[in-house]
């Protein structure tokens, strides 16, 4: 086999193949799983947690439609979301050395601004409403 050979074919399969409920079945156990291992393990998932559930009813009183308030929670969980793949990120470069590296520190530092990006979308998105119905 060629390196520069992309066919999936040719790459080994891990798990055995499965499809329909099983598939989703089993990709939500594994989806609990990350999601329970990033709040165990990352501080800043479980301040955006928090922060998210003490959202949802403030949401649910400030959105004056359903369109509205899907913006305000989907704001939250833009950053959980982000706060999941910036752990993934770091928690595979951490996997493969913890000594200091150019690249995997650029890494982590892309990770860290999408959750700070979408962190100033929450504060922005929520800033509006806030404003709008004290005013």
Known sequence: M???NPDPRHYPRHYPKNGGWNRMYTATVFSLKGMAYCFKHEAGMREYTVIFLF???CAIHLGESPVERILMLGAGLLVILME???S???ATLDRIGTEHHDLAGAAKDMG???VFVAVLFFVYVWAEFIYRSFS
């Open 2 to 4: 060629s390196s520069k």
């Open 55 to 57: 959202s949802v009813p």
């Open 84 to 86: 999941l793949l910036n």
């Open 88 to 90: 993934a990120v770091e």
């Open 112 to 114: 860290s601004a999408a």
